[in-house]
């Protein structure tokens, strides 16, 4: 329980000091006036419906600028390998250098996003992003492609979180929960989607060559076609309007009952001015009131209390919550390690299981034994780098791989109350870890599809379920926090995993996915070790 005299440490969740019902409530009881409206009362009154649809169209395109950003060059590589001169460890480091660029501004575009708003950093953000995308397109080397990538996964941090946070702010309790889950739909169907357009793109035969310079294949139009979605999303977000939480929380409140009113328009057909409430609850006064902050209004949002967010930060590194922190950050990063290592490489395995077949007149074998075509000094290895355009296997195995990912998340969402998040995690990550020694001894393409699936889908649910966890394990002040900090995790697992598996394929075959395997083992164990987290449903 927070106390008269604490200070909050973040403007835009006032309910980080006593809970936003009891602050609003407290607040209302001092002036009983019935127009007066808390963010719930007002968001409800909105009520659902053209502006709400218009939200679900917004967040297809911002949605899928996440992923291309980080999985198109899973599927660039095999056509663009000769162009730029792909080693296995350049391919390697395009992987990582995008979780590079996210580990590096997690924690900034955080605060950014705390003190300028949610539209402001979604329109330059996705422009941003969209322009990196641009700039890799037109890559002539494999530097160019690296530095655009890094920036490019430096820039999607800021509008991915700043997207979360506004849809979540705009909606009322009723709807929140379900957008979540159309923002988690609509990132499966963009992974279905990006093996689709490279099935569609790549085999088109593309050499045209600009300013005598400048070389266009197809991989460079497939590239550019992905900046289409950060561009929409940016020019979409021009015309909407700023979160109300984030207006209320500071101290702008007459802009927020302006777009209270816009909205409640668009739903219900209803003129602006007879939306129920005439005022909002000053949440900074409230936050004055209870937490007994002594900046006035006009000095609040300049100081924004960085300091205080670095206490904040400094709190979750002490017992009690330092065994915690540590092990679920651990933890995240043994999946995120397994996961986004055998996500991003996957594509690649499947091209060369099909530049075997082509190269051996169509006799398949074992998986270790396919690989081999993308081992340096292999004897299977033309001289000449030649792109092998007659694959379309491999964007119908990766796409059968996404939509299982799907699925698995309808499944876990019925187990995850049955068997709560600790068992269910235990059970999730070893199936992860035994599906990943498992390729090892795949002896078809069908055993491999198999089997990567089920990595690849269990893990993205125990991502989820970690973060679902974390929300239990800390209380209010430190949940926020301490995801930042399980995401980094796993992003810090994801780079490593991605530079450490190109040199691992080098010996052979038993390393990379023996090292997979027990990595995620090790993450089983280690969830033994965190205390129960089924204080809350999911």
């Not at 600028?65 to 395009?94: H, I, N, R, W």
């Not at 979605?229 to 802009?255: D, N, R, W, Y």
């Not at 004055?288 to 209390?305: F, Q, T, V, W």
């Amino acid at each position: 329980m927070y106390h008269k005299g604490q200070k909050c440490s973040n403007l835009s969740v006032i309910s980080e000091c006593i809970g936003e019902t009891d602050a609003a409530d407290a607040y209302n009881a001092t002036q009983d006036d019935p127009t007066t409206g808390t963010f719930e009362e007002a968001i409800a009154a909105t009520k659902f419906g053209k502006f709400n649809l218009i939200l679900i169209f917004v967040s297809i395109p911002a949605g899928w600028a996440s992923v291309a950003e980080s999985t198109t060059m899973s599927y660039v590589f095999p056509a663009a390998q000769c162009d730029l001169d792909l080693s296995l460890e350049d391919k390697g480091l395009l992987n990582a250098s995008i979780y590079v660029g996210m580990v590096s501004s997690g924690l900034i575009w955080g605060y950014l996003c705390d003190v300028f708003g949610r539209k402001k950093l979604l329109c330059i953000g996705f422009f941003l992003d969209a322009l990196f995308v641009i700039i890799g397109s037109l890559s002539q080397s494999f530097t160019v492609l690296l530095v655009s990538k890094f920036f490019g996964g430096v820039i999607i941090n800021g509008p991915a979180a700043a997207f979360t946070a506004y849809i979540s702010e705009i909606h009322s309790s009723k709807y929140r929960s379900i957008f979540q889950m159309i923002l988690g739909l609509n990132i499966s169907i963009g992974t279905i989607l990006l093996p689709l357009l490279a099935q569609v793109v790549f085999p088109i035969p593309i050499d045209i060559t600009i300013f005598n310079s400048l070389r266009i294949h197809s991989w460079n139009l497939y590239v550019f076609i992905t900046a289409i979605c950060p561009l929409l999303a940016g020019f979409v977000f021009l015309f909407l309007p700023e979160s109300p939480k984030f207006l209320m929380a500071t101290g702008k409140s007459i802009q927020a009952i302006e777009v209270f009113r816009m909205v409640y328009n668009m739903n219900t057909g209803k003129p602006e001015d007879t939306f129920p409430f005439k005022k909002l609850v000053d949440e900074m006064k409230v936050n004055d009131i209870y937490c007994g902050n002594e900046l006035s209004h006009s000095e609040l949002p300049k100081k924004h209390n960085f300091f205080d967010g670095c206490t904040t930060l400094g709190s979750i590194f002490i017992p009690p919550f330092l065994q915690k922190i540590i092990l679920v950050c651990v933890l995240q990063m043994s999946i995120g390690m397994g996961l986004n290592t055998l996500r991003l490489w996957i594509p690649q395995l499947f091209q060369a299981i099909t530049d075997y077949e082509h190269y051996n007149n169509g006799t398949s074998a074992d998986l270790c034994t396919m690989i081999t075509v993308i081992a340096p000094k292999s004897n299977l290895i033309v001289e000449k780098c030649v792109v092998n355009t007659d694959n379309s296997q491999v964007y119908v195995n990766s796409m059968i791989i996404a939509g299982s990912s799907a699925l698995g998340y309808i499944v876990a969402g019925s187990l995850i109350n049955f068997l709560g998040k600790k068992k269910l995690l235990f059970i999730l990550i070893s199936m992860q870890g035994l599906s990943a020694y498992s390729l090892y001894f795949a002896t078809n393409t069908t055993m491999t599809v198999v089997f990567a699936s089920i990595n690849i889908a269990v893990g993205g649910i125990s991502l989820m379920v970690v973060i679902s966890a974390v929300v239990d394990l800390f209380p209010t002040t430190l949940r926020t926090i301490a995801v930042q900090l399980t995401m980094i995790s796993s992003r810090l697992g994801s780079m490593g995993g991605n530079l450490i598996f190109p040199m691992l394929l080098k010996t052979g075959c038993a390393a990379p996915f023996g090292f997979i395997g027990t990595v995620l083992l090790a993450g089983a164990v280690i969830d033994l070790f965190l205390p129960n987290a089924d204080i809350n449903v999911l």
